[in-house]
Nanobody
Framework: QVQLVESGGGLVQAGGSLRLSCAAS????????MGWFRQAPGKEREFVAA????????YYADSVKGRFTISRDNAKNTVYLQMNSLKPEDTAVYYC??????????????????????WGQGTQVTVSS
């Protein structure tokens, strides 16, 4: 059984940083691309970032480009999201998700929630102004 478990969320002031982790069990993450999504209250879940199986290709939503960095450590079966210069509008539950293929497709494809096979339970990030 595949499980993805996010951690690292919390409360931070605007301008601060957090690093989210997504640890997998039941699946060797090194074979798959991964994504991060977020969902703010009353809003739809949205794409944040994606990374190919070896970290060679990454995509970001325009809203986080230059502030967030997605990375992975395949030896630890873990994917990370480093979030810097946080803004109140980054407040959301953050989810990691496993894509069924190693390489990234177009960013339009990678934004699609239905493209991903497995999802974590989410971790809350709250940014105060």
């Amino acid at each position: 059984q595949v499980q993805l478990v996010e951690s690292g969320g919390g409360l931070v002031q605007a301008g601060g940083s957090l690093r989210l982790s997504c640890a997998a069990s039941g699946r060797t993450l090194s074979r798959y691309a991964m994504g991060w999504f977020r969902q703010a209250p009353g809003k739809e879940r949205e794409f944040v970032a994606a990374i190919s199986w070896n970290g060679g290709t990454t995509y970001y939503a325009d809203s986080v480009k230059g502030r967030f960095t997605i990375s992975r450590d395949n030896a630890k079966n873990t994917v990370y999201l480093q979030m810097n210069s946080l803004k109140p509008e980054d407040t959301a539950v953050y989810y990691c998700a496993s894509y069924p293929y190693p390489a990234l497709q177009t960013i339009v494809t990678m934004r699609g929630l239905r493209e991903y096979e497995y999802w974590g339970q989410g971790t809350q990030v709250t940014v105060s102004s």
